[in-house]
């Protein structure tokens, strides 16, 4: 146990490997030890959501004495990633998962499932190393919607990005993911060993299939028979992952100190967790199954699902949220007005897309997203929801509009979801706060809701965002009105409005307030 200070806290125990003994009777720790790990997977992009997701799961196979060759080392591309690899390193590659359930309770477990974190800057020829190395099966992938260089207009490869094509300069000294992999699968195929499993874990439709069409594209530029083999003999296999998981803050931090656990970077989720996973690996795989993985033939329809309801409804609520004063997740789904807005738009914009999802109540999906969304202890910023805007409307929001719109459905809510976005992107709230608008596109998202007064539909022109909806007078004369409203009217009033004039899901949320580590 650890000793109280004089302000009745205890001091707080530093992560490591030979120092489980001294945490918190509460913290939970692996069973496992580092010497009985052996390293398995190579994961491109640690950040929060992979550490309460992916290592998690990987963590509660290795609590049952499974999987322990599975370990996983993390690799860093970007500059930013050297805090990872110093937080990580700090403590021995550990860190604190804490749930925080709706009644207040906070559940915290240290995990171990990775056993090392390399930081590619530092010496790319280690990261090749391990990935050639026979021991890696699996490659696992969350460089976010945009690390896949898809151009939205065509589908296809978009090879500007100036570090893709340093990566053609020199392919043995690579900068990128697709860099990398492909430089690895080249050197593993001429040693005649077996491709590793490129697993994709970001929020894309058909992510793996996504990764094989973009990295076999850019192996391509290199050498065609190579695209091929990659094309061929390399598994892709799609997953749906699901975990809301907020940036960690400082108060995260102090708050897990104040109960006895020093961490540098703690990982703060809700309780729910899913990953639906096609079983398609022919390097192997973990037995991921008897972690609650759910293994399937065709992960399609729950990867819709999740794509155009929990994720297209994060944005439903966003902006609008943003732009109403609302700062968290939680507060705008405990307002019953807006709560109503986002299951309207799920039940009758988002769910006539999907195809049956098998073994899914959706109605009961529906519901539990907004209660998800309302948990007041998670605390997940509206500001990171509305992040890279680029990369997630042309991804979950508008191929349900161009759908509803063939199949004369409803696109009036959607509508306002584009319309708030714009008025968003004008930089300043309803109170004349100014918002950073954060996007890999910023200045001509920027520029284009700042032209609204010469062009109306300015900010829908862009067919790398729209495609070609600022053509359709349907879809033109729901945004043009919704706009107009939220620059006349505000977007509480929009909102209201809306609903008054749609169906009314009946809907609460319970409120609950105690606080604590259980």
């Not at 195929?189 to 058909?206: H, K, Q």
């Not at 973009?214 to 296999?237: K, T």
Request: some cysteine; hydrophobic content about 40%; glycine content about 8%.
């Amino acid at each position: 146990m650890t000793t109280a200070t004089t302000d009745g806290h205890p001091h707080p125990v530093g992560l490591a490997w030979d120092a489980f003994d001294l945490l918190p009777e509460h913290v939970q720790h692996p069973t496992y030890t580092r010497a009985q790990l052996s390293p398995g997977i190579v994961h491109f992009g640690v950040g929060g959501f992979h550490r309460a997701h992916e290592a998690m799961y990987l963590d509660r196979l290795m609590n049952q004495g499974r999987a322990l060759d599975y370990g996983i080392v993390g690799v860093g591309t970007m500059p930013g990633d050297a805090r990872m690899r110093d937080a990580l390193r700090g403590q021995d590659h550990l860190y604190t998962l804490v749930l925080k359930h709706p009644d207040g309770r906070r559940e915290a477990r240290v995990i171990g499932s990775i056993v090392d974190y390399l930081f590619a800057p530092d010496d790319p020829q280690a990261v090749l190393e391990r990935l050639c190395d026979p021991t890696t099966r699996i490659v696992s992938l969350t460089v976010t919607e945009g690390g896949y260089h898809v151009n939205r207009v065509t589908g296809e490869l978009d090879s500007s990005d100036p570090a893709l094509c340093a990566d053609l300069v020199e392919p043995h000294r690579p900068r990128t993911v697709f860099g990398f992999l492909v430089e690895a699968l080249r050197r593993r195929r001429a040693a005649r060993l077996p491709p590793f499993t490129v697993m994709s874990c970001d929020n894309l439709p058909g992510n793996g299939d996504t990764a094989r069409t973009m990295i076999s594209a850019f192996a391509a530029l290199r050498d065609e028979e190579l695209a091929r083999w990659i094309g061929a003999e390399v598994a892709f296999p799609n997953t749906m992952v699901d975990r809301i998981t907020p940036v960690t803050t400082e108060e995260d931090v102090t708050a897990l100190a104040a109960h006895g656990v020093e961490d540098a970077w703690p990982v703060v989720c809700e309780p729910f967790t899913q990953w639906v996973v096609e079983d398609h690996f022919p390097a192997g795989r973990p037995p991921f199954e008897e972690a609650g993985v759910q293994l399937v033939e065709d992960v399609t329809a729950y990867e819709l699902m999740k794509l155009r309801l929990l994720n297209a409804s994060h944005q439903a609520i966003a902006y609008l949220g943003t732009l109403a004063g609302y700062r968290q997740a939680h507060e705008v789904c405990r307002d019953p007005v807006f709560a109503e807005f986002a299951l309207g738009y799920m039940e009758h914009e988002g769910s006539p897309t999907l195809p049956p999802v098998p073994g899914v109540d959706l109605g009961a999906y529906r519901h539990q997203l907004i209660e998800r969304f309302a948990n007041p202890h998670v605390r997940d910023s509206l500001a990171r929801l509305c992040a890279e805007s680029s990369d997630r409307i042309p991804t979950w929001l508008v191929p349900v509009i161009r759908e509803n719109l063939a199949a004369g459905r409803p696109v009036e809510r959607a509508a306002l979801v584009v319309a708030s976005w714009a008025r968003y992107a004008e930089g300043v709230d309803e109170q004349g706060r100014p918002l950073e608008v954060v996007d890999r596109r910023e200045a001509q998202v920027r520029a284009a809701a700042a032209a609204r007064h010469k062009d109306p539909l300015a900010f829908l022109r862009d067919p790398d965002l729209f495609s070609d909806l600022s053509t359709n007078d349907r879809f033109t004369g729901a945004y043009l009105r919704a706009l107009a409203s939220l620059h006349e009217h505000g977007a509480s009033a929009t909102v209201t409005a809306l609903v008054k004039r749609g169906v009314r899901p009946s809907h609460t949320v319970p409120l609950s307030e105690p606080e604590g580590f259980s």
